[in-house]
């Protein structure tokens, strides 16, 4: 056997030390991408010669791409709700894309929702698909969906944003499911949807405040005639009693501009008895009045409760470099600048809830929809809408300052969207 110099190591021993440690640092590195969101694996770069003709460098950048693409997608991870970030990614355009339902197929949408059949002249706003940056998130699946809820009740509870994200996850599965064996009931506002064989519901439960208001049963459209109770919310929970999973939602209704009136106790002094708030106050109020009802009534270990943010408004095209625009009039592509946000979305507003929520006992899964929202200025109803049961007519669309809406989304369209993270939680 043949001994080494003094003084140094065998090759098969430093060959083995330089293993170990090359091994920690990657080990170090990806654990500490979890955490940052970064990746420390790069797609190989293509090989240039400055003498290639210029469609030989076409080639290589074709071919760089497809090379990217194909290793970002297998650095990716599945999806984790504790790991990944639903707001971290962009939208990508798909002309493939398999579309669960049309306006023509599903029967329970709104008519002012329903773009293309209101005049809308393209169709591109229905083919963009959210993809995160580092996991893959999964498409909605019916099967799964239909089996998770067997026996279950599946509530949205809140304003429009939340009726147009319930109407997209019935029509999402409603086709899986036999004429006779599905039931609809709508009254006063209140949906629900009833899969028979699977004894399960998915409800709607009209409330824009979440706490109790005078507007809740019958709509009053002057904001200065609205007062809400904002340390009330038991007329609500009453109904709440027995669902299965909840997905609250509150936002839109309380951006008016104007402060917010609120009683204490009762309706029965009318607008002598109320006192007005700055709308962040009362909007916390309101809050921490919902929050201590999930904490007082919810079974963790039974009821799963989601908190959907803010669905961004596009009244401003200056916000996303069009001086010349008509909030989102015309709108055909998302924007495409990285971390975007418009003035319809109040990050202030974002923080109350974000405060709210963590101070909470029971646990909520916020489903954060606010950033891949802000980028779609193209996906509102704007004037392929109806008013008063009619499509608008050709001089209700050449005014699209008064009669454009760019707070609602077609359907099919973003809330199918907000319904595949909310499946990607489930």
Request: net charge neutral; glycine share 4%.
């Amino acid at each position: 056997m043949k001994i080494p110099p003094k003084g140094k190591t065998p090759l098969s021993l430093t060959i083995i030390i330089i293993a170990v440690i090359v091994l920690m640092s990657v080990t170090f590195t990806e654990d500490l991408r979890v955490l940052t969101g970064t990746s420390t694996l790069k797609p190989p770069k293509a090989s240039s010669s400055s003498s290639s003709s210029s469609s030989s460098s076409e080639r290589d950048a074709s071919s760089r791409e497809t090379n990217e693409a194909v290793i970002d997608e297998e650095d990716k991870i599945e999806f984790n709700r504790k790991k990944c970030s639903v707001t971290e990614g962009k939208w990508v355009f798909n002309s493939s894309k398999e579309m669960l339902y049309t306006d023509e197929s599903c029967p329970y949408l709104d008519k002012q929702l329903v773009c293309k059949r209101n005049g809308r002249p393209e169709d591109k706003y229905l083919y963009w698909e959210w993809e995160l940056d580092d996991c893959t998130l999964p498409r909605f699946n019916v099967e799964n969906v239909l089996r998770k809820l067997r026996g279950k009740r599946l509530m949205f509870v809140g304003d429009s944003m939340q009726r147009a994200q319930w109407q997209s996850f019935v029509c999402l599965i409603q086709a899986h499911i036999p004429p006779k064996r599905k039931l609809i009931k709508r009254n006063e506002g209140n949906c629900m949807f009833k899969a028979k064989d699977y004894n399960m519901t998915i409800e709607f439960y009209w409330t824009p405040f979440l706490v109790d208001s005078n507007t809740d049963k019958y709509i009053i459209t002057d904001p200065n005639k609205r007062i809400l109770q904002v340390d009330s919310i038991a007329h609500h929970a009453r109904s709440w009693v027995g669902v299965d999973i909840f997905v609250f939602s509150s936002y839109t209704w309380w951006m008016s501009g104007q402060s917010i009136k609120s009683s204490w106790g009762s309706f029965a002094n009318g607008e002598k008895g109320y006192e007005e708030l700055d709308v962040r106050i009362a909007y916390k109020l309101g809050l921490k009045t919902w929050a201590n009802w999930v904490d007082s009534s919810i079974n963790p270990n039974t009821t799963r409760v989601f908190f959907a943010t803010m669905s961004p408004s596009h009244l401003r095209s200056s916000d996303w470099g069009n001086e010349d625009g008509i909030q989102c009039f015309k709108e055909t592509m998302p924007v495409a600048q990285r971390g975007f946000s418009g003035s319809g979305t109040d990050k202030q507003m974002m923080e109350v809830v974000t405060d709210v929520i963590e101070r909470m006992k029971v646990p909520v899964t916020v489903l954060n929809i606010t950033q891949l929202t802000d980028y779609r200025i193209d996906a509102h109803v704007s004037v392929y809408t109806q008013l008063d049961g009619k499509v608008l007519s050709d001089e209700q669309k050449k005014n699209p300052l008064r009669y454009a809406d760019c707070i609602h989304w077609c359907l099919p369209g973003v809330p199918d969207i907000w319904n595949q993270l909310l499946y990607a939680y489930l």
